[in-house]
């Protein structure tokens, strides 16, 4: 949903590569009291989607929040943290495996023609049709965690901060934002530009983290 009464900043020049980006990329909780440029929110939410999924199945769904009064509800939800009133923008990343189930033919490669939307059909009845909704959710969440991620690294090449957020009450979200009971969270994402340096990096060495066979 755009909201197109919100006010808007220049479009950003920042063009990180991959690794620029997440060496830059640290969690930041205060934020720069301007709002977002549209056309860079939607350029990131674009770029996001990109990210790839088991059969192209495309699970992952984005509210954007941007309404002062909502992100104040959403704070509270968030058991008061305040990084969520404090960006301008604080975009909710969700599975919605049902809707992905409802609509799966649209994931199917325009290549592959009436045969591929018939086969996706058909493969994702196989693969789900004998799971219950929070089964196949689960499957919906593990891709939309991907997008999530990506979503992190977009915002920080375009010269933007963000923080991951699991803490929150998913039930309170679901009401405020009027989602369906069976969605799942990849988590809340507060964006916008920094106005604290964050911590730096503390990280496991490859060596404590990887086994080489
Ligand atoms: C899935 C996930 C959930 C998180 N939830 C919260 C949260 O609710 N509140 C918060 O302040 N930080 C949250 N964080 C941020 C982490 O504390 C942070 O990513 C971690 O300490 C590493 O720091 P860095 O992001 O600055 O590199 C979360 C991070 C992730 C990946």
Do not use: C
């Amino acid at each position: 949903m755009t909201n197109s009464t919100i006010e808007t900043t220049a479009r950003s020049t920042t063009n990180l590569s991959v690794t620029e980006a997440i060496k830059s990329r640290v969690s930041i909780r205060k934020y720069v009291q301007e709002p977002m440029n549209q056309d860079d929110l939607r350029e990131i939410l674009e770029l996001a989607s990109r990210a790839p999924s088991a059969w192209n199945a495309q699970t992952w769904r984005f509210a954007v929040v941007q309404t002062p009064e909502i992100q104040e509800k959403l704070q509270a939800a968030a058991y008061g943290q305040g990084q969520i009133t404090s960006a301008p923008a604080v975009i909710v990343v969700y599975s919605d495996m049902e809707d992905t189930l409802a609509t799966v033919e649209e994931t199917a490669h325009p290549g592959m023609g009436e045969e591929g939307r018939t086969g996706q059909r058909k493969t994702f009845d196989n693969a789900f049709g004998g799971q219950d909704v929070a089964q196949r959710g689960q499957w919906g969440l593990s891709q939309a965690n991907i997008a999530f991620g990506f979503l992190m690294l977009a915002a920080r090449s375009k010269g933007y901060d963000t923080v991951p957020m699991l803490g929150f009450n998913p039930q309170a979200v679901k009401e405020l934002l009027g989602l369906p009971e069976h969605v799942q969270f990849a988590g809340l994402l507060p964006i916008g530009k920094r106005a604290e340096d964050g911590f730096p990096q503390h990280r496991h060495t490859v060596e404590r983290v990887t086994k080489f066979f």
